[in-house]
């Protein structure tokens, strides 16, 4: 079975924080995906990675950057954390183009 | 970019009742489809997938799904719903194309299920 692991399942952070999370698959999968779910808006992607070191913006990068230094890790930093960044994160996985994408259990974000 | 539209926020059935829920997307060219689950507590999961071949194509759980390409359709089906039925479900987009967005899915808004006993 695909494992997508996200270090944190519950984080507070005050505003202005800078904030890690961290994802760690064990497929070898070359794609690597962070998408936040929010109540009536779905999933919506913030930056996807398709090979080490190398990143591509999603549909909401703002505010948000990535680091994929090694293939099976890809962190997901919020430079200086506000309060419109309280959200579920999604960290996902996926081998080559067009497959399926695995997810792992997500980390609730709040910030105060 | 494409697009993905779930018709309904939230349908609430009794037990044994038929389900389905619709899914459109925008795009024109070749696409491979996905309905994930989404459990109360749990994280997302694969329900079904279409990527060519049969256009009726069977999930977990009874689940099916079908792809009319005419009308940018993959609706999502189940005969007879239960109880552990309940959760949200989101279909899912990927367009083939050149080019490293190809990588990506496209969400829908996701539509909650509730079965009551």
């Known amino acids: 079975d695909v494992k997508v692991t996200q270090s944190s399942r519950y984080l507070v952070k005050r505003t202005g924080e800078k904030v890690f999370l961290e994802c760690v698959q064990d497929?070898?999968?070359?794609?690597m995906f962070w998408y936040r779910q929010d109540p009536g808006l779905g999933l919506r992607l913030i930056y996807f990675s398709y090979d080490v070191k190398m990143k591509e913006k999603g549909d909401i990068p703002e505010g948000y950057s990535v680091s994929r230094e090694k293939k099976e890790r890809f962190s997901l930093i919020l430079e200086s954390a506000s309060t419109n960044q309280t959200s579920m994160y999604l960290c996902?996985?996926?081998f080559g183009g067009g497959n399926t994408i695995y997810f792992g259990e997500g980390s609730w974000l709040t910030v105060v | 970019a494409q697009s993905v539209s779930q018709h309904n926020h939230h349908v609430i059935l009794s037990e044994a009742a038929s389900l389905e829920l619709g899914c459109n997307y925008s795009?024109?060219?070749?696409?491979?489809l996905f309905w994930y689950v989404q459990y109360p507590g749990q994280h997302l999961q694969l329900l079904l997938k279409?990527?060519?071949?049969?256009?009726l194509v069977k999930g977990i759980k009874g689940f099916e799904a079908e792809f009319i390409k005419s009308k940018f359709s993959f609706n999502l089906r189940k005969p007879s719903v239960q109880w552990s039925d309940t959760a949200e479900y989101f279909c899912?987009?990927?367009?083939?194309?050149?080019?490293?967005?190809?990588?990506?899915?496209?969400f829908g808004k996701g539509t909650k299920l509730s079965v009551i006993p």
């Open positions: 279409y990527f060519s071949g049969d256009p």
């Open positions: 996902a996985s996926s």
């Open positions: 899912a987009v990927n367009a083939l194309y050149s080019g490293a967005g190809s990588y990506q899915l496209t």
């Open positions: 795009y024109g060219g070749t696409v491979n």
């Open positions: 497929m070898d999968h070359e794609n």
